[in-house]
């Protein structure tokens, strides 16, 4: 695991697709993105991200238990396009995060998070908006273990 570094994050421009449900949803929901992202002449200019506003370890396992977690996958893009009903184009706010970067199977990124908090609490520190993960290399292509993801925390 790494350690947790403070970080200025720029607002991107991002095409959106956000459901009610569980968070295995998003290896569905980031192809629908893609597809469409693709289809209406989108440049991607970024790695593909998930946007977790539930913002505590607990909210997140009882909603993913329940099925009403709230689900967002994004990828930033170099220009605005026209979004749908259930793909939008929006800005993704920016700000002071705390980062940390967790390597290996996503599932297994819970002692990640326990880490990020906390630091956190031993620094006074308090999340001011959804928690957001970023992949930075394609599962498809790397083993579990060697999967690596940026989850940056949004601090006041």
């Known amino acids: 695991m790494s350690e947790i570094t403070v970080v200025e ?8 697709m956000r459901r009610q ?19 209406a ?18 909210e997140v396992k009882k909603a993913d238990e329940e099925g009403n977690a709230d689900v967002e996958v994004v990828v930033p893009i170099a220009s605005e396009i026209e979004g749908t009903d259930e793909i939008k184009c929006y800005e993704l706010p920016g700000g002071t995060m705390a980062k940390i970067i967790h390597k290996g199977p996503y599932e297994a990124c819970e002692p990640t998070y326990q880490k990020l908090y ?5 620094n ?8 957001r993960e970023v992949y930075l ?11 690596l993801t940026e989850i940056y925390a949004p601090i006041d």
């Not at 290399?137 to 999967?147: A, K, L, Q």
């Open 21 to 39: 449900g569980k968070y295995q949803e998003m290896a569905n929901m980031f192809p629908i993105l893609f597809q469409y992202a693709v289809g």
């Open 137 to 147: 290399n394609d599962p498809r292509e790397v083993t579990p273990e060697e999967t």
């Open 118 to 122: 906390a630091w956190l609490e031993e």
């Open 124 to 131: 006074n520190k308090k999340i001011t908006g959804p928690i």
């Open 9 to 16: 994050v720029d607002t991107k421009l991002v095409l959106g």
């Open 41 to 58: 002449g989108a440049k991607i200019a970024g790695h593909p991200m998930f946007v977790c506003h539930e913002t505590t370890i607990e």
